[in-house]
């Protein structure tokens, strides 16, 4: 049974354009940090994928911070700082900040002091983007780069934790984007490398690979891939839409990520649907796939005023450049299947 992979908001599909940048570092032999040709070579890759990724990002001028993930920078921007933020933030957020600001029905978090909150551009369980004011302390923008027409240096934020397993690059590198003369104080302390803010020998192969991503997926942007994206992703929502009584679609009608398509169903618990479908050769999640494996009800859909039931009850699907009409419709026809099955068992 060939499989279709609709979890694209955990990790995506490594691009070859990455993987072929990846394989050419790793015949870089020099430290980064040695003064010998071997080190200047080593160190000379790195500052270009260095600039790649600012590039991509929009972020000329300001310091991008490699990191081992997202989760590392977050910690390397939040931890101590005391922020606040709504409760719908990934946990790597969380864990650092107060989630105390109001959240509305539509997911729109109510900002009272900017240079005091936490705010993510773009939710990975729902897909709903969020409206950035000028001068926030901290945004998570690693759903949102390679996906929208993001840019670090008009959005207006201080920092911005980005991550490369989300738009095509490795697992195991991330970066933290900091506006130039911005603090930031290390956590991991040693030798002083990426600008005396994270000390350990750096990972010029995930480097290059995240550089490589990057550029490509600010191609596949500029080339309105998402917008194909967008409208497979609203073909799979108004097929499912037109064929429920019960079934809530998170966000629609508003500002989403074009890939991203969050639904619940009362009584029909998440867990078991992901389940159903990974049967039925279709991979996706009932949320966050950072969370140690567990399944529970979303946290999320609750800051939102959705019931324990509703929340228990959500699947997210995510798309990426390479699903197809094929893919999608076979997923409707599969879910929509068992959708009958659990009707019928409530009845």
Same mark, same amino acid.
């Given at each position: 049974?060939?499989?279709?992979?609709?979890?694209?908001?955990? *990790?995506?599909?490594?691009?070859?354009?990455?993987?072929?940048?990846?394989?050419?570092?790793?015949?870089?032999?020099?430290?980064?940090?040695?003064?010998?040709?071997?080190?200047?070579? %080593?160190?000379?890759?790195?500052?270009?994928?260095?600039?790649?990724?600012?590039?991509?990002?929009?972020?000329?001028?300001?310091?991008?911070?490699? *990191?081992?993930? /997202?989760?590392?920078?977050?910690?390397?921007?939040?931890?101590?700082? +005391?922020?606040?933020?709504?409760?719908?933030?990934?946990?790597?957020?969380?864990?650092?900040?107060?989630?105390?600001?109001?959240?509305?029905?539509?997911?729109?978090?109510?900002?009272?002091?900017?240079?005091?909150?936490?705010?993510?551009?773009?939710?990975?369980?729902?897909?709903?983007?969020?409206?950035? !004011?000028?001068?926030?302390?901290?945004?998570?923008?690693?759903?949102?780069?390679?996906?929208? !027409?993001?840019?670090?240096?008009?959005?207006?934020?201080?920092? %911005?934790?980005?991550?490369?397993?989300?738009?095509?690059? !490795?697992?195991?590198?991330?970066?933290?984007?900091?506006?130039?003369?911005?603090?930031?104080?290390?956590?991991?302390?040693?030798?002083?490398?990426?600008?005396?803010? #994270?000390?350990?020998?750096?990972?010029?192969?995930?480097?290059?690979?995240?550089?490589?991503?990057?550029?490509?997926?600010?191609?596949?942007?500029?080339?309105?891939?998402?917008? #194909?994206?967008?409208?497979?992703?609203?073909?799979?929502?108004?097929?499912? %839409?037109?064929?429920?009584?019960?079934?809530?679609?998170?966000?629609?009608?508003?500002?989403?990520?074009?890939?991203?398509?969050?639904?619940?169903?009362?009584?029909?618990?998440?867990?078991?649907?992901?389940?159903?479908?990974?049967?039925? +050769?279709?991979?996706?999640?009932?949320?966050?796939?950072?969370?140690?494996?567990? @399944?529970?009800?979303?946290? @999320?859909?609750? /800051?939102?005023?959705?019931?324990?039931?509703?929340?228990?009850?959500?699947?997210?699907?995510?798309?990426?450049?390479?699903?197809?009409?094929?893919? @999608?419709?076979?997923?409707?026809?599969?879910?929509?299947?068992?959708?009958?099955?659990?009707?019928?068992?409530?009845?």
């Amino acid at each position: 049974m060939a499989r279709v992979y609709l979890d694209h908001n955990a *990790t995506t599909p490594l691009r070859p354009e990455a993987r072929a940048a990846m394989i050419e570092a790793m015949d870089v032999v020099g430290n980064p940090s040695s003064v010998h040709a071997e080190g200047r070579a %080593a160190k000379a890759l790195l500052e270009r994928a260095r600039g790649a990724v600012a590039s991509a990002f929009g972020a000329d001028g300001a310091d991008v911070i490699f *990191t081992a993930t /997202a989760t590392e920078a977050a910690a390397l921007a939040l931890r101590g700082r +005391g922020l606040h933020a709504g409760d719908i933030e990934h946990d790597a957020v969380a864990a650092w900040v107060t989630s105390d600001l109001p959240v509305g029905r539509d997911g729109a978090v109510q900002v009272a002091d900017p240079a005091q909150t936490a705010l993510q551009a773009a939710n990975s369980e729902t897909g709903i983007v969020q409206t950035l !004011p000028e001068g926030l302390a901290v945004s998570d923008m690693t759903q949102a780069f390679g996906k929208l !027409p993001v840019a670090f240096n008009w959005a207006g934020c201080e920092m %911005a934790l980005i991550s490369a397993h989300k738009l095509g690059g !490795p697992k195991g590198i991330g970066a933290l984007v900091v506006k130039r003369g911005t603090d930031v104080a290390a956590q991991i302390k040693g030798g002083g490398q990426e600008m005396g803010r #994270r000390s350990g020998t750096e990972n010029i192969i995930g480097a290059a690979g995240f550089a490589a991503a990057a550029t490509a997926a600010a191609q596949d942007l500029a080339a309105g891939v998402w917008d #194909r994206v967008a409208s497979l992703r609203d073909m799979l929502e108004e097929t499912l %839409a037109a064929e429920t009584e019960d079934t809530i679609f998170v966000g629609q009608g508003g500002a989403r990520l074009p890939n991203t398509l969050c639904l619940a169903t009362p009584g029909w618990k998440g867990e078991t649907q992901v389940m159903q479908m990974d049967l039925a +050769g279709y991979a996706i999640s009932a949320g966050s796939a950072c969370s140690s494996g567990k @399944v529970r009800a979303s946290r @999320v859909l609750k /800051a939102m005023g959705y019931d324990e039931q509703v929340a228990a009850g959500a699947i997210r699907v995510s798309l990426g450049p390479e699903t197809t009409k094929q893919d @999608v419709m076979g997923f409707a026809d599969r879910w929509l299947t068992q959708y009958r099955k659990h009707r019928a068992r409530a009845a």
